[in-house]
């Protein structure tokens, strides 16, 4: 089963590497020079999706940094947009491959702040750029209710010991009896589809050296993983671009796979 699946995977992300090609050339030549399509305000949530798994993603407020970033969604936008909406997209078309289970396949993922009550309805959450997180106490009340329902939280796309003590500072408050751990290959989650082979992933921002962290409830559960000095969902978003190595593309799917086929399995 493995042998099959690592085939797979290998065949899957050379075809969504090869969208490029076959989507009009307009498309491509857009993001290949980089050029954005503003999207200004939070699409409306109007379809519920709840029924087929479906890749959500949180939003919060940025405080202080507010007067720092420009007011669009996705790349160079909001903080929390970051890669919007094809790592979602291109994430979604994996594991429709991989799997039978029922997705939400060719849409932007819905999004949603952590006191929306809909968010209850999707029990995978993605989380980015957290080091410029300002969550009021209503948001921590929904995120920490979230996860001890059984919510499954990816954090990724943060770097640095300040952006670390940011959510770590958050989640002293939002679980005050749980606290972030360190995270080896022995873990379920590196093994539970694919079997990871190692952590020692290639740095992506200087010497920052890519670590997982986790957050787990009483029974052992793990509700939340940090890619903490890493970007998993870079490599999907430019899977159909050569911006990425095809061999480091490859690698992050199989962790976003895993984290996926974890949390609906535990």
Not at 26 to 35: I, K, V
Not at 86 to 114: C, V
Request: glycine content about 6%.
């Amino acid at each position: 089963m493995r042998t099959r699946s690592r085939i797979s995977i290998i065949w899957i992300v050379a075809a969504i590497c090869l969208l490029a090609t076959l989507a009009p050339a307009q498309r491509s030549g857009r993001r290949a020079r980089g050029e954005r399509q503003f999207i200004t305000e939070v699409p409306k949530n109007d379809a519920d999706l709840s029924g087929r798994i479906t890749f959500a993603r949180a939003k919060f407020d940025v405080g202080v940094w507010a007067g720092y970033f420009q007011p669009f969604i996705g790349d160079g936008g909001l903080p929390w947009s970051h890669d919007y909406p094809m790592a979602g997209r291109h994430l979604m078309k994996i594991m429709s491959e991989l799997s039978k289970a029922d997705l939400t396949l060719d849409i932007n993922e819905p999004i949603f702040s952590f006191d929306d009550p809909e968010i209850f309805k999707y029990p995978i959450i993605y989380l980015c750029e957290v080091g410029f997180m300002d969550l009021p106490e209503k948001e921590l009340a929904g995120l920490r209710e979230y996860c001890l329902r059984g919510g499954f939280v990816m954090v990724d796309d943060f770097r640095s010991e300040r952006e670390f003590y940011v959510l770590r500072n958050h989640l002293q408050r939002a679980f005050p009896e749980y606290a972030l751990k360190r995270l080896d290959i022995s873990h379920p989650v590196f093994n539970c589809f694919f079997s990871i082979k190692t952590l020692d992933l290639r740095p992506m921002y200087g010497s920052y050296e890519p670590e997982f962290w986790g957050l787990e409830d009483e029974t052992g559960r793990l509700m939340m993983i940090a890619n903490y000095n890493y970007d998993m969902s870079d490599y999907w978003q430019w899977s159909d671009n050569p911006f990425r190595p095809i061999e480091e593309t490859n690698e992050s799917y199989k962790f976003g796979v895993n984290y996926f086929m974890y949390a609906l399995t535990h």
